[in-house]
């Protein structure tokens, strides 16, 4: 099947004739008012919708997060969301900063039932709707412009009077022309100040005038050129709080609502992780985040992040996806190698309180309570810089670059070979396998050191090939001395000692590579012990083990497996 020629089926979104914008000069520096509509319009769009208790958990973690508007609901709908809403003011929940809001459909005897579910809260905001584009007016309600208008404007003259009974709640009135972003603009703004007039603002006194895209219909540019145009022609603009509600249809809802920002608008609302009627509202979590991204306080706390999505997917029934901005499982994650060496060289020369520079990390995983140790992850995509990465964070080690290098293609083999991500476990698995490992031709048993190097030689014992013996040899410290000691002496090229986290904290890893004095390969071990010589004669054993192995030309002395080294 194809899709059809779609030309026969849509048409473009006529493009708004403004050509004075000035949006895209703008740039956002504060915050907007934000309206969390996780109660309202989240709700309604959930298979199951919450039930007084979880409504009530929502609100409190709302509350937190620093929402100071919360549309609570839809009281007309429902006899649990009319007690929802009453119960938060009987039972004063709703502290004196934050304003609760409730949503009702343009009708009189819905607009009551709302009023009366509100009255009595310190602050309280009636959030009339009435649909208003083409569609709706030709299709859906099949009445003309004036219609549609004269039931606005009779809804919003109901909502006064009736509010004028309950003085003790300060009323804020909020209109949406539902589907404003589908209806023609001038139409749109007559509607508006039609309700605004009706409302009659005292001075001082702000309407919220909150433009809907409910459903998207158009690239962002043509939604801010609408916010644009009604910010700039609405009659009593200072009598106005210019809001927008942005749906998610095209993808493109955060985006939309950033440019409605820069075009005017001053508030917006939506949801925390973007739930809503189909593809969504507005996230507001990715809205704020992207502003403290940019240097600009959201006025919204979202340090607890992962609890927070834990909490929303439980609410809601919505898994939150790994890919998600900021709260993602992967999103502060690099598989790709390139991507892991630049991460890496970034956060080590990252200093902190200072500018954050981190390639690839657009946030500090920390400000929302990640750590760093997920940000680099292994599979066959991965190269030596994230495999360094782990074995440092995970276990404090740093190899020097050849052994990093050998470990790095053993890891590519087993992700090679899996297809699967290799966890900080098994890469410790596959370290221990090629250099931790006794299975090879010497074995180290003990020694015994007196500290006098001139005077007293060093006494190591082995089993060698099955054959437990003492060996003796002179040398400038212990490890020189123990190599002169081992059966075929070598030269020591590289020893380095620093603490380890694989196992309890007081042990020491050390790290020594040896050559024949003849010449010869380069060959690596380790040895981790909580006596720091005794971490280097392991080390030096099981190198000279894997030098043995390597120089008899056998398959390695990786699993000391196959290792035909013979005495003599
Ligand atoms: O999407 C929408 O238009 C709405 C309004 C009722 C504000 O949710
Ligand atoms: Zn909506």
């Not at 006194?205 to 219909?217: G, S, Y």
């Not at 790709?336 to 657009?362: C, E, F, M, N």
């Not at 920390?366 to 495999?387: H, M, P």
Request: hydrophobic content about 45%.
């Amino acid at each position: 099947m194809m899709l059809q020629d779609p030309s026969r089926k849509y048409r473009s979104f006529p493009v708004l004739p403004l050509t004075d914008r000035v949006w895209p000069t703008r740039v956002i520096e504060t915050a907007p008012i934000w309206l969390s509509t996780d109660l309202r319009d989240g709700n309604q769009a959930l298979r199951e919708p919450l039930g007084i208790a979880l409504k009530r958990e929502f609100f409190a973690r709302l509350c937190a997060i620093g929402f100071r508007e919360i549309e609570v609901g839809f009281p007309s709908a429902s006899r649990t969301e009319f007690d929802f809403v009453r119960g938060l003011i009987d039972e004063s929940l709703v502290s004196a900063d934050v304003t609760i809001g409730a949503l009702t459909p343009a009708r009189p005897e819905l607009i009551t039932r709302t009023i009366l579910a509100l009255k009595g809260a310190r602050r309280a905001i009636v959030h009339i709707y009435n649909a208003i584009s083409p569609v709706f007016r030709d299709v859906v309600f099949k009445k003309d412009k004036a219609a549609v208008v004269a039931m606005a404007v009779d809804a919003v003259r109901h909502a006064r009077l009736l509010t004028r009974n309950f003085p003790e709640t300060e009323w804020v009135l909020q209109y949406s022309p539902e589907d404003f972003s589908a209806a023609e603009i001038a139409f749109s703004k007559g509607i508006c100040d039609a309700v605004v007039a009706a409302w009659e603002p005292d001075p001082g006194e702000r309407v919220i005038i909150n433009l809907p895209a409910t459903v998207e219909m158009s690239t962002p540019n043509v939604f801010a050129d609408q916010v644009e145009w009604m910010h700039r022609h609405l009659a009593q603009r200072d009598a106005i709080i210019l809001s927008v509600h942005p749906h998610n249809d095209r993808g493109t809802a955060i985006a939309a609502a950033e440019l409605a920002l820069m075009a005017g608008a001053q508030r917006v609302e939506g949801c925390v992780l973007g739930n809503g009627e189909r593809t969504g509202n507005v996230d507001l979590l990715v809205l704020a985040m992207n502003l403290y991204t940019q240097g600009v306080a959201p006025g919204l706390d979202f340090s607890d992040i992962d609890d927070l999505a834990a909490t929303v997917a439980r609410l809601t029934g919505l898994p939150v996806s790994p890919r998600h901005p900021y709260v993602g499982e992967l999103v502060y994650t690099a598989f790709a190698g390139s991507h892991q060496d630049a991460i890496k060289k970034g956060l080590a020369a990252q200093a902190p309180r200072t500018l954050w520079r981190v390639p690839y990390l657009p946030l500090d995983p920390a400000d929302v309570g990640r750590d760093y140790e997920a940000v680099i992850r292994v599979n066959s995509q991965s190269g030596k810089g994230g495999l360094a990465y782990i074995l440092e964070t995970h276990y404090g080690i740093v190899l020097p670059r050849p052994m990093l290098m050998e470990l790095s293609a053993a890891v590519q083999t087993l992700a090679d070979e899996t297809g699967r991500e290799i966890t900080p476990e098994q890469i410790w698995q596959v370290f221990s396998n090629h250099y931790l490992d006794d299975r090879g031709l010497a074995r180290y048993v003990g020694h015994d050191w007196s500290g006098e190097p001139q005077t007293n030689p060093m006494h190591l014992t082995l089993i060698v090939a099955g054959i437990t013996t003492r060996y003796e040899g002179h040398g400038n410290g212990p490890l020189d001395a123990a190599a002169h000691a081992l059966p075929i002496p070598v030269r020591v090229c590289h020893y380095e000692e620093r603490s380890c986290a694989s196992g309890s904290s007081a042990e020491a890893l050390a790290v020594v590579a040896v050559e024949p004095w003849a010449g010869g390969p380069v060959v690596f071990a380790a040895g981790i012990h909580t006596n720091i010589v005794t971490a280097g004669l392991l080390a030096l054993v099981r190198a000279w083990s894997r030098l043995q192995a390597k120089t008899a030309g056998t398959a390695g002395p990786a699993t000391g497996e196959g290792a035909s080294w013979a005495m003599g």
